[in-house]
Nanobody
Framework: QVQLVESGGGVVQAGGSLRVSCAASEDSFSRYVMAWFRQAPGKEREFVAAIGWSGGATRYLDSVKGRFTIARGNAKNTVYLQMNSLKPEDTAVYYC?????????????????WGQGTQVIVSS
């Protein structure tokens, strides 16, 4: 089965930047939609961003548009989430997900593979 491992989480001041990464145990992930979700303490898990097979199509949660960028690595087995202008409300555990999908869906149940998460803390 596909295994996803996140990395890059940490503590950053408000207004700062952080990049989280997700590595997949496949030589090529080009036929998978990959996405990022996050879950803050006491909150439900929410969709953050998704990227299509080719890397050309992306979709974002409204509150992160213009601040976050999702991108695939060259080998298509890695996906990144570049987070700029971070806010305290971005504090959450960030999870990467993958699914053999043809649409950039936002529902977590549509994704078959999940990482264990990496924690991002934005301090004020």
């Amino acid at each position: 089965q596909v295994q996803l491992v996140e990395s890059g989480g940490g503590v950053v001041q408000a207004g700062g930047s952080l990049r989280v990464s997700c590595a997949a145990s496949e030589d090529s992930f080009s036929r998978y939609v990959m996405a990022w979700f996050r879950q803050a303490p006491g909150k439900e898990r929410e969709f953050v961003a998704a990227i299509g097979w080719s890397g050309g199509a992306t979709r974002y949660l409204d509150s992160v548009k213009g601040r976050f960028t999702i991108a695939r690595g060259n080998a298509k087995n890695t996906v990144y989430l570049q987070m700029n202008s971070l806010k305290p409300e971005d504090t959450a555990v960030y999870y990467c997900a993958a699914g053999r999908l043809r649409l950039l869906v936002t529902g977590q149940n549509s994704y078959d593979y999940w990482g264990q998460g990496t924690q991002v803390i934005v301090s004020s």
